[in-house]
């Protein structure tokens, strides 16, 4: 079992460079590659990045590519997304979640692969 809780959102204006964070606890955290999702009103969860389980790959969703920046610290059960130049269209409900899956396996993007999910934490873009 794996328990994640997110932090970081309110209110940004656009162009905005805010950080989230999710921090987990119960189970060993370097046995999960982590990932970002988010979910704006009336529309389907959707893919931001994932991370592997040592940190040494990544994936972006093209919407957020270079702009956003995953990461995580192992030692702190931590995982971050960095957002710079937010835009609007950025507004929305964001999710950490955890895959279990091999060392070596590169992050998924699929959220019905992950395992664990955090409540979510609302990031709103004002223009």
Known sequence: QVELVESGGGLVQAGGSPRVSCAASGRAFSD?????????PGKEREFAAAISRSGSRTSY???????????????????YLQMNGLKPEDTAVYYCAADRIGVTTTPRRDPHEYDYWGQGTQVTVSS
Request: glycine share 8%; net charge positive.
């Open 32 to 40: 999960y590659a982590m990932g970002w999702f988010r979910q704006a």
């Open 61 to 79: 969703a093209d919407s957020v590519k270079g702009r956003f920046t995953i990461s995580r610290d192992n030692a702190k059960n931590t995982v």
